[in-house]
């Protein structure tokens, strides 16, 4: 066996007990200990070592706890016999894993300070820690906390035409968490059947699908979802965002939300409305929600605050008509709350004391500027080949050109430059009829030959700084282009 050296680690000493223990764990590992072969005893490993009795008895005992060597009555130590998969993956190692180095920023995106006002959100925080902090010693209501739901339903009244008490708005950590709720409810219910658009958010889509839900998926066109493609004389729910449809930006006309609320209502079923982003609309005021204009209590309003915080935030919501409401409340005892507790009374704090209306009014006009800049840049920069839609709206806009590289490709290119895009065929089921109004179908991904194909990409502009948007698409086009 290798003489044992004592080490530190991060400027701070290790245990010696553990360091002796670790050596002699991987001289069994390695192969230099052999199963079977006899240890020194306890008095002669700690004279070897130099290091006290305690120290190696307390080695020893962590060797045999976790099954490295085996004890024998009036005889000794022995090395224990391990399965061979683990002593050839030992060998494949070299030693523990390097600590000593951690990165904290490790995002590739490049991001805009000015997006958001930590200060403000700084002093929420260190109000809950300072005033609040006996409420962190209690779990969050599985619901969400009180507070937050009575902030969240005077917002969106005021905001969004939507009516909804405190005790109809459950809280969790993003939509597909509530989703999954949702599941649990509508199974219930009955419904099997889940309609969502195509393209759309696929994510939600797979939650569904692994609840066993069947899914259909449902065009858009200029107008929103196809509303006659829906099902009929079954319970069913279709998953729309009517007021900024993802990710081609389109909107629902008043009369074609009429159209939708009547199929929920004649044919019992209901309609999950995503109102994803639907506060960053930059011309006009920001479309009512579908939930206001409801009258047959069929709307399930769902809303996240990732897009108008800050995306680590991670606090969704839903507001259930009151027949669902009443089942989520017979069967939440079965559940946890997974929103962080203090985060969710920050952000009441955050809402009471009006900093979430400012952010949402300096927000719109941030990103509206940073939209009319993004476009300006890619029709000098590009001379035309690279087409973006304007949704005016959203965080995001679509790219249409034609290039003989892969999606792939280009989205690595955009990332080493720390721009974030992503495929719009990502967004689109197979054989879909893609984004009306962008031409924009399923990309195909083949570059065999140089073959230059319809290129069809998401770019999200909003965290790039304002006075690097010219710079950084200039670059990008060249890149692209080159």
Not at 4 to 19: D, G
Not at 144 to 165: D, N, Q
Request: glycine letters at 8%.
């Amino acid at each position: 066996m290798r003489p044992f050296v004592p080490y530190s680690e991060n400027k701070k000493t290790v245990p010696l007990y553990i360091q002796l223990y670790r050596h002699i764990k991987e001289e069994i590992l390695s192969g230099e200990l052999a199963p079977g072969e006899k240890l020194p005893s306890l008095r002669r490993a700690a004279q070897d070592a130099g290091v006290s009795l305690i120290t190696s008895e307390r080695a020893y005992d962590q060797l045999l706890t976790e099954g490295y060597i085996t004890s024998r009555p009036q005889s000794g130590f022995y090395v224990a016999s391990l399965p061979e998969s683990v002593t050839s993956e030992a060998a494949r190692r070299t030693g523990d894993p390097d600590l000593s180095v951690r990165s904290v920023d490790a995002s590739p995106y490049i991001y805009d300070e000015a997006a958001f006002d930590f200060q403000k959100w700084k002093k929420c925080t260190a109000r809950v820690l300072t005033d609040y902090s006996h409420l962190l010693l209690f779990e969050s209501d599985v619901q969400g906390e009180e507070f937050l739901r009575y902030e969240i339903s005077k917002y969106v009244y005021s905001s969004r035409g939507v009516t909804a008490s405190p005790d109809r708005i459950v809280i969790g950590a993003g939509t597909q968490q509530l989703t999954a709720h949702l599941c649990r409810i509508l199974s219930r219910m009955g419904i099997a059947y889940i309609c969502t658009e195509d393209p759309g958010y696929l994510p939600i889509q797979q939650v569904f699908r692994d609840n066993g839900f069947t899914i259909g998926k449902i065009p858009v066109s200029a107008d929103g979802i196809r509303i006659d493609k829906l099902p009929v004389n079954i319970p069913a729910a279709v998953y729309v965002s009517p007021a900024n449809q993802f990710p081609t930006g389109s909107v629902m006309p008043v009369g074609n939300r009429y159209r939708l609320l009547a199929w929920a209502r004649d044919n019992a079923s209901f309609i999950l409305e995503d109102d994803y982003d639907s506060e960053l609309r930059y011309f006009g005021r920001p479309v009512p929600a579908l939930q206001g204009l409801d009258e047959n209590d069929r709307v399930v309003y769902l809303g996240s605050f990732s897009s108008t915080l800050f995306p680590a935030i991670k606090i969704s919501y839903m507001i259930l008509p009151e027949n669902m409401a009443a089942i989520f409340r017979s069967i939440k005892s079965d559940y946890t709350q997974t929103c962080s507790k203090s985060e969710q009374l920050a952000l009441a704090l955050f809402m009471e004391d009006g900093y979430y209306y400012t952010n949402i009014r300096r927000l719109r006009s941030l990103y509206s500027q940073k939209l009319q800049a993004a476009l300006a840049a890619f029709d000098r920069c590009s001379g035309g080949r690279i087409r973006p839609s304007n949704t005016r709206s959203g965080i995001s806009m679509i790219l249409n050109f034609e290039s003989p590289r892969s999606s792939a490709e280009l989205c690595d290119i955009a990332r080493g430059i720390g721009l974030r895009t992503e495929p719009l065929s990502g967004a689109i089921s197979e054989g879909g009829e893609g984004a009306a109004g962008s031409g924009a179908a399923a990309d195909g991904e083949s570059n065999a030959g140089a073959e230059v194909i319809k290129r069809h990409l998401i770019f999200y502009y909003n965290q790039i700084p304002l006075e690097m948007i010219d710079e950084l698409i200039e670059k990008l086009c060249r890149l692209w282009q080159a």
